[in-house]
């Protein structure tokens, strides 16, 4: 069975441009969740998405967003970048909800903001 | 607000030492804690903890959970170079499905 896929693996972009990074969890998962990750901040959780619905949402501006289609592929935008956006963003998929469900974590896409 | 904090944040080992990893945590509505491995990109899972004094122990990883000092450990025994990662913490509470994580203790094993 096919982990979680994040693409791409590396971007650079520049202040000001936007971009969009893609997770495809593991097949049959329907809930993707987003993180990112930061030397200083660790993990931050950006949102959760279930069934093509948005669950949760973390606490970052509304120039992240989000969505899940159909097949449970998930896409996350982020517009108007800044220096500070460069981090190492995460995604992980799991089956469904509930307790005791483990989440899988695909290889994550680094993003450089210059 | 929701929190999870690790110790130490850095440690650097001999091969064969045992290491402590340190997590507490102030969460309402805890569901579960969960530990996981992060060696270059992609966390690994290690364990899952929902009740307290249940050891739940891989190889030579082991963990417990205390919820009623809210902190739970992660013991590595004999430790190898291949154990060197991030190890990180997160913590799920029962109203929400988002993982809370630590910032996550940086673990070197040197030969």
């Known amino acids: 069975k096919a982990g979680v896929t994040q693409t791409p693996r590396y971007l650079i972009k520049t202040r000001g441009q936007q971009v969009t990074l893609s997770c495809s969890p593991i097949s049959g998962h329907r809930s993707v969740s987003w993180y990112q990750q930061t030397p200083g901040q660790g993990l931050q959780f950006l949102f959760e998405?279930?069934?093509?619905?948005?669950?949760n949402k973390g606490n970052f501006p509304g120039r992240f967003s989000g969505r899940q289609f159909s097949n449970s592929r998930s896409e996350m935008n982020v517009s108007t970048l800044e220096l500070g956006d460069s981090a190492l963003y995460l995604c992980?998929?799991?089956?469904?909800?509930?307790?005791?469900?483990?989440?899988?974590f695909g290889q994550g896409t680094r993003l450089t903001v210059v | 607000e929701d929190k999870v904090v690790q110790s130490p944040l850095s440690l650097v080992v001999h091969e064969g030492d045992t290491v402590t990893l340190n997590c507490s945590y102030e969460?309402?509505?805890?569901?579960?804690l969960l530990w996981y491995k992060q060696e270059k990109k992609a966390p690994t899972f290690l364990f899952m903890l929902t009740s307290s004094g249940i050891e739940k122990k891989s190889g030579r990883l082991s963990s417990i959970l205390d919820k009623k000092e809210l902190f739970s450990i992660l013991n590595i025994t004999a430790t190898q170079t291949g154990d060197s990662a991030i190890y990180l913490c997160?913590?799920?509470?029962?109203?929400?499905?988002?993982?809370?994580f630590g910032t996550g203790t940086r673990l070197q094993v040197f030969p």
């Open positions: 998405y279930f069934s093509e619905t948005q669950r």
């Open positions: 969460v309402t509505n805890f569901r579960s």
């Open positions: 992980a998929s799991r089956s469904s909800l509930g307790q005791g469900v483990q989440a899988f």
């Open positions: 997160a913590v799920e509470a029962t109203n929400t499905d988002k993982l809370i």
